[in-house]
């Protein structure tokens, strides 16, 4: 079963502009990863955020976690249509060391 | 980070016969994950997979329909029996990247179509 919920399930923005993606989750959680998946294929880790940590940044991206609220959100900066994918987050939990994914951002940059 | 070679990249199969997709990891790992990501959807896991022991499988997922094995550190294999348009997924198998990420890294991927 799915973690949580994703939005936007899809989001549509020209090159340059900035994409921001929420994931809010269930249960309590250790991190919260976010991945991309281009047309289906295998996905590509992105970022992994700890619960004890607010803010992370790695190069264009910047990720938050408010484990108050379940909640974490994505942002790309500076967009390109090579980042044109699917974004999931994910997060593991408890003593499994399982990805429980989000439902999933479907990002169009159009140039 | 492991890097994963994942085959067949994609197949047509007859309902009722069964398909086996092999993971390949270029190192040992202890545990493997296998996920279905039917069309449109996110990613479900299917079964962990530990050397030496019995897989273990999430709700809604058994062993006479996915059998697993692994029967090494580094390869892992899961069959799709029985197969029905149902079935029609893209299968996914991941493994811990290791410590300085503690990401996964996932296989690229079998685009599995029952007609």
């Known amino acids: 079963s799915q973690q949580g919920e994703e939005d936007p399930q899809a989001l549509s923005i020209q090159e340059g502009e900035n994409a921001t993606m929420n994931c809010s989750y269930k249960t309590s959680i250790n991190n919260l990863q976010w991945y991309r998946q281009n047309s289906g294929r295998g996905l590509v880790h992105l970022i992994l955020i700890r619960s004890n940590e607010r803010e992370k940044h790695s190069g264009r991206l910047r990720v938050t976690l408010d484990t108050s609220k379940k909640s974490s959100s994505l942002l790309i900066t500076a967009s390109r249509a090579a980042d044109t994918a699917s974004y999931f987050c994910?997060?593991?939990?408890?003593?499994?060391?399982?990805?429980?994914f989000g439902t999933g951002t479907r990002l169009q940059v159009t140039l | 980070s492991a890097v994963i070679s994942q085959k067949p990249s994609r197949d047509i199969c007859q309902r009722g016969t069964s398909l086996t997709i092999q993971c390949q990891v270029d190192s040992q790992v202890t545990m493997m994950f296998w996920y279905r990501q039917q069309p449109g959807q996110s990613l479900t896991l299917i079964a962990t997979a530990n050397q030496g022991s019995e897989a273990t499988y999430e709700s809604g997922f058994v062993i006479d329909k996915f059998p697993i094995s692994r029967p090494n550190l580094t390869f892992s294999t899961l069959t799709v029996s029985n197969m029905s348009p149902e079935d029609s997924s893209i299968y996914l198998c991941s493994v811990a990247s290791g410590p300085s990420t503690g990401g996964y890294t996932f296989g690229s991927g079998t685009r599995l179509t029952v007609v």
């Open positions: 994910a997060t593991v939990g408890g003593t499994a060391s399982k990805l429980t």
